[in-house]
């Protein structure tokens, strides 16, 4: 991906990632966590302060070599032993119903096949095991959905991939999930990052699982 892609956008990442806005939603997503927990995208680790006490151990799926090297600090100040476990969240390396929870934080709008690693994580799940999410996606007002088309070409190719209308409640129900909480807002910021700061927050199941 080069110096852009490799260097400096996991260090900004970490930087917009750290805002209060941010940090209280990672607050919220993390409360329920259990047992053994999978975390999509770990990024430079920004969850691992959150973690609550009955987390057991963290495997974490992260195809940045560089975020994971920004994370050390935070792993390191961590009770909870993380683990890297995968590159690619479309091809999980950990075996069916092995884990309590997985948690995805602004990483369903990065991944390339969405639906493919929403497949993954429904196999990995133990029956009755949870799918916490908070992650940014297609706002519900048209005007600001034409703002999230227009600069999406451009979003991808600066962020990683980044998508601003991918509609999280739709694939997570497409993959066979059921939303058992589910919470949406703008983020507080001017009007004009609307395009950027849908959020959804949302624990989700698979239905008869347990
Ligand atoms: C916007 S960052 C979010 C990082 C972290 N989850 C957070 O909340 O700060 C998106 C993350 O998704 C990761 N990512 C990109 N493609 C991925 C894939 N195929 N599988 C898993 N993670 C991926 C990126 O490397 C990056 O760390």
């Given at each position: 991906m080069g110096v852009w892609g490799d260097r400096l956008l996991p260090r900004l990442l970490d930087s917009m990632g750290s805002a209060p806005e941010i940090t209280r939603l990672r607050v919220a997503v993390c409360a329920d966590l259990h047992g053994t927990v999978l975390e999509l995208g770990f990024g430079s680790g920004l969850n691992v302060p959150y973690y609550p006490a009955a987390v057991t151990e963290v495997l974490a799926v992260e195809p940045s070599d560089q975020g994971w090297a920004l994370s050390e600090r935070r792993r390191a100040a961590s009770l909870v032993p993380v683990r890297r476990s995968g590159l690619d969240g479309q091809r999980l390396t950990e075996p069916d119903d092995s884990v309590d929870c997985v948690l995805s934080t602004l990483t369903l709008c990065t991944i390339p096949d969405v639906a493919r690693a929403l497949a993954e994580v429904r196999r990995v799940l133990r029956p009755g095991g949870t799918l916490h999410v908070f992650e940014h996606g297609l706002a519900p007002d048209p005007g600001v959905e034409t703002w999230q088309h227009r600069p999406e070409p451009l979003q991808k190719r600066v962020f990683g991939?980044?998508?601003?209308?991918?509609d999280v409640p739709w694939l997570l129900t497409e993959a066979?999930?059921?939303?058992d909480r589910r919470d949406a807002q703008y983020l507080?910021?001017?009007?004009?990052?609307r395009p950027w700061g849908y959020g959804h927050l949302i624990r989700a199941s698979v239905p008869g699982d347990g």
């Open positions: 991939g980044c998508h601003l209308t991918r066979g999930f059921r939303l507080d910021g001017p009007t004009l990052m």
